[in-house]
């Protein structure tokens, strides 16, 4: 059973920058295509990005499409998250996943959640 832990959240301000970190044990990630979602205050879990199992192909939700970048270490199995440009409805607890289905935007598609890292931008 893999475990996966997130961190690198924080406070910034607007237009700042913050790299998200996600940490597996207990499994390799080097087959499985990941990603990462998010969940604001009072809304529904929304897909934030996603990368292919070699880490070539990548995918992004409209919404953060030139601003976050996605990436994986194959050698550390760790998972990354760049967000440059915040912007304070990027605020939100952000989870990395195993992604069961390449190029999905659907939350259902992802599984083995993290805990969660908190992303707060302050205008």
């Known amino acids: 059973q893999v475990q996966l832990v997130e961190s690198g959240g924080g406070l910034v301000q607007a237009g700042g920058s913050l790299r998200l970190s996600c940490a597996a044990s207990?499994?390799?990630?080097?087959?499985?295509?990941m990603g990462w979602l998010r969940q604001a205050p009072g809304k529904v879990r929304e897909f934030v990005a996603g990368?292919?199992?070699?880490?070539?192909?990548?995918w992004y939700a409209d919404s953060v499409k030139g601003r976050f970048t996605i990436s994986r270490d194959k050698a550390k199995n760790t998972l990354y998250l760049q967000m440059n440009s915040l912007k304070p409805e990027d605020t939100a607890v952000y989870y990395c996943a195993l992604c069961n289905r390449y190029g999905t935007y659907s939350t259902a598609d992802f599984g083995s959640w993290g805990q969660g890292t908190q992303v707060t931008v302050s205008s």
């Open positions: 207990g499994r390799t990630l080097s087959s499985y295509a």
């Open positions: 990368i292919s199992w070699s880490g070539s192909s990548t």
